[in-house]
């Protein structure tokens, strides 16, 4: 299920919805994913909530407690302002950025930990925006500056447990 709150020129929740579809067979990962495209005070309200971090971010993870071929892998919460800067910033469309960051979430999901795991989730997600047609920008220069990767960190989190961005 995608749902847009924020108006974002160029991106519907169909469009969204096919993406994320895709993107989820590229990462193999199983289940249903939900994406939720929102303001800044409402992921600034989740990352307090969830993360204890006052502050807004471009995109939140929320593992489901159990992941099933068809059940629930958990929800992605992308803030449509931060979206905006950060396509304006980095040369691409805003809807390219949704789609940057709902993959960037999915990665997560599928038990990625940027934060820990030495370049893997950074390798990855280089190797699926290629695959995927997106733009390589912020992660091309990220990649080159991590140390040698190792299998990625499964999530034993509950759905209540986000991760962040970058």
Known sequence: MVRITARITGLSESKLARFVSRAKRAAKLQGEVHVLVTTDSDLRRLNQRFRGKDKATDVLS???????????????AISAQMARENAQRLGHTVAQEVEILAL???LHLAGYDHEIDRGEMAAREARLRRALGLPLALIQRNSRQV?????????????ATARVSR
């Open 104 to 106: 960037h979430g999915i």
């Open 62 to 76: 929320f593992p489901a407690v159990s992941v099933g071929k068809n059940g629930l892998a958990g929800d992605v």
């Open 147 to 159: 140390a040698k990767p190792r299998k990625p960190a499964r999530s034993r989190s509950f759905r």
